[in-house]
């Protein structure tokens, strides 16, 4: 159980990567004032919360309405999150993350919402990492413990906005840089992981194939 809620934790802190995103917030609400700032940072967080968790709990219904298996979902979402760690790896931040909008543009609230809430915070890899780690025959004691951890990101999510200036100032650029690196390489395992996992359950003969070859017959012995 430990060992699933450090993978869980991991998975979305690699992917939400608070850190690094940091810079982003402060360049997007630099106009502002603290209040507004805490209050922008605080309705991006809660719509990321809700996005991810409509499409957690909301799971098995997608499947069913777009005939979707859980192992080509797997497979699919596996490789979107590696592109986004490969993005990490190499310094950058995928597209999702490069928000063409400006504060001046619009308002707190629109601002929080989008491209803050979604989808830099709540993009296409969070949404596919909560509904792997939940799985189509997930219970609810899975499904609350995948929340409840993705909860615990967004309160850290939340104080690297609010205190984002003070971070950049003590890290640098720097070792966010290094620190972005880091989430990447772990994100990139994750994603490997996703598509083993979907490969070994569409494939399970492939399993008792490789069992076959590895272990010798009763005959043999």
């Given amino acids: 159980m430990i060992a699933f809620i450090l993978h869980i934790f991991t998975g979305f802190l690699a992917i939400m990567n608070p850190i ?14 603290e209040p507004t700032k805490r209050l922008v940072a605080k309705k991006a967080v809660v719509t990321a919360f809700i996005i991810c968790a409509i499409f957690t709990v909301g799971g098995n ?25 490969l993005q990490l ?5 995928s597209r999702q993350h490069h928000p063409e909008e400006h504060p001046s543009e619009e308002s707190p609230e629109e601002l929080a919402i989008t491209p803050l809430g979604t989808p830099i ?22 499904l609350a413990l995948v929340l409840g951890v993705f909860l615990i990101v967004c309160f850290l999510t939340y104080f690297c906005f609010v205190y984002g200036e003070a971070l950049l100032d003590r890290l640098g650029k720097g070792k966010i840089g290094v620190i972005t ?24 003969y492939l399993e008792l194939t490789t069992r076959d070859l590895l272990s010798p017959t009763a005959s043999e012995v």
């Fill in 121 to 142: 915070l709540a993009g296409p890899g969070t949404i596919t990492t909560a509904m792997s780690f939940v799985g189509k025959h997930s219970n609810l004691s899975t």
């Fill in 61 to 85: 219904i997608i499947f069913r309405l777009f005939g979707i298996t859980l192992p080509a979902f797997r497979i699919a979402g596996g490789i979107l999150v590696f592109l986004i760690a």
């Fill in 181 to 204: 690196r880091l989430m990447g390489l772990i994100l990139a395992v994750i994603a490997v992981q996703m598509v083993l996992e979907g490969l070994k359950e569409a494939f399970p």
């Fill in 89 to 93: 790896l190499r310094g950058r931040h």
């Fill in 20 to 33: 690094g995103n940091a810079p982003i917030f402060v360049s997007l609400v630099e106009d502002y004032d």
